[in-house]
């Protein structure tokens, strides 16, 4: 059992603010997602992403939306970062993931970054959940440090689109606790037809086998079913499996184990382009029953055993950011065995 987070330690040894340090040189010729735009972000310049020096909080709140095991009773902290370094025509976020002007207003200090995360502590979250990190992973760092100074305590989850820099990912290590990124795509063809970014899958892979190093396959809880260290990966289901779910799966059974935590999800819906822009037909509807039954029985067949999956009738569910109540049900993948 894991009741401290890792971070702490890395905190008392000064190793966290070595951490800090290097990050954030990184923003000088911003490297810190695979874009490496170069623009030197601690100078003023907006990388690709439309991000500068400092981090935009588009909201922070309880949310009883994430897995069970991140939910509990009082709900997962999540911080939600404006802009994104993908640019999906499907992002059921897009209001504040690509509307870069309206997010300036959201800029935030890091200690006012840092202030969130206590204030979700004190409201009894169980969990601080960086909700699309990459992009300020450095500027989360620096308020981690500062909240570990004025008493932060819950472990650190980082729920990412996974197009991640390796070299972050590793200055990462044990700062984050719980690493919980999305494999969207088993092409990445479709990654950058859907997403505009070169080399999704690639780079997406490898992120998750550097996530994998650190964390390994078995997932940490406490007494109450906590969940305190590990990797779960997501993998949503799209229409006509634009997502290639068989091939993601079979590509973490082989490559990764076939223990690796996976989250099914079936809250896709047309928004943003995918809603309006003929382009993007085959992404212009929810998918079918059928489509969610295929995807489901691919975990027994592949013999995935641990995770969780939505409810089919979950994806009439969506969460956006000014909905506190929004509902996502999960079942414990063992359930459909």
Not at 256 to 277: E, I, W
Not at 279 to 291: K, P, Q
Not at 307 to 324: L, T, V
């Given at each position: 059992m894991i009741e401290r987070p890792s971070y702490l330690e890395l905190y008392e040894t000064g190793e966290l603010a070595r951490r800090v340090v290097a990050l954030e040189r990184l923003l000088e010729r911003c490297t810190v997602c695979p874009l490496d735009c170069g623009n030197n972000r601690l100078e003023g310049e907006l990388a690709r992403c439309y991000s500068g020096r400092l981090p935009i909080v588009s909201s922070y709140t309880p949310h009883f939306g994430e897995e069970p095991a991140l939910v509990g009773t009082h709900g997962a902290g999540n911080i939600f970062f404006g802009n994104c370094n993908l640019r999906c025509v499907y992002c059921q976020n897009y209001q504040i993931s690509q509307t870069h002007k309206e997010q300036l207003k959201n800029e935030v200090t890091h200690e006012r970054l840092a202030s969130m995360m206590l204030e979700l502590q004190e409201r009894g979250c169980h969990n601080i959940n960086f909700v699309s990190p990459t992009h300020f992973a450095p500027q989360l760092a620096r308020a981690v440090l500062f909240a570990c100074e004025r008493g932060l305590r819950l472990p650190i989850v980082y729920n990412t689109n996974a197009y991640d820099s390796l070299e972050v990912l590793r200055l990462l290590d044990r700062i984050v606790d719980v690493y919980l990124p999305d494999l969207k795509y088993a092409d990445s063809a479709d990654g950058y037809t859907y997403s505009k970014v070169p080399g999704y899958t690639e780079h997406a892979r490898a992120a998750l086998r550097e996530m994998h190093?650190?964390?390994?396959?078995?997932?940490?809880?406490?007494?109450?079913?906590?969940?305190?260290?590990?990797?779960?990966?997501?993998?949503?289901?799209?229409?006509?499996?634009?997502?290639?779910?068989?091939?993601?799966?079979?590509?973490?059974?082989?490559?990764?184990?076939?223990?690796?935590?996976?989250?099914?999800?079936?809250?896709?819906?047309?928004?943003?382009?995918?809603?309006?822009?003929?382009?993007?037909?085959?992404?212009?509807?929810?998918?079918?029953?059928?489509?969610?039954?295929?995807?489901?029985?691919?975990?027994?067949?592949?013999?995935?055993?641990?995770?969780?999956?939505?409810?089919?009738?979950?994806?009439?569910?969506?969460?956006?950011?000014?909905?506190?109540?929004?509902?996502?049900?999960?079942?414990?993948?063992?359930?459909?065995?």
């Open positions: 190093r650190q964390t390994g396959s078995s997932l940490v809880f406490n007494d109450a079913g906590l969940l305190r260290r590990g990797l779960v990966i997501r993998l949503l289901v799209l229409p006509n499996d634009i997502a290639g779910v068989r091939e993601s799966l079979e590509w973490i059974r082989e490559n990764l184990s076939r223990h690796v935590a996976v989250s099914l999800m079936a809250q896709y819906y047309a928004t943003n382009k995918a809603a309006t822009d003929e382009r993007y037909m085959l992404l212009s509807r929810r998918i079918t029953e059928s489509e969610w039954l295929r995807a489901v029985s691919l975990l027994d067949e592949l013999g995935m055993e641990e995770g969780w999956m939505q409810e089919y009738d979950g994806a009439s569910h969506y969460y956006r950011p000014d909905f506190n109540d929004s509902e996502k049900p999960f079942k414990d993948i063992r359930d459909f065995q």
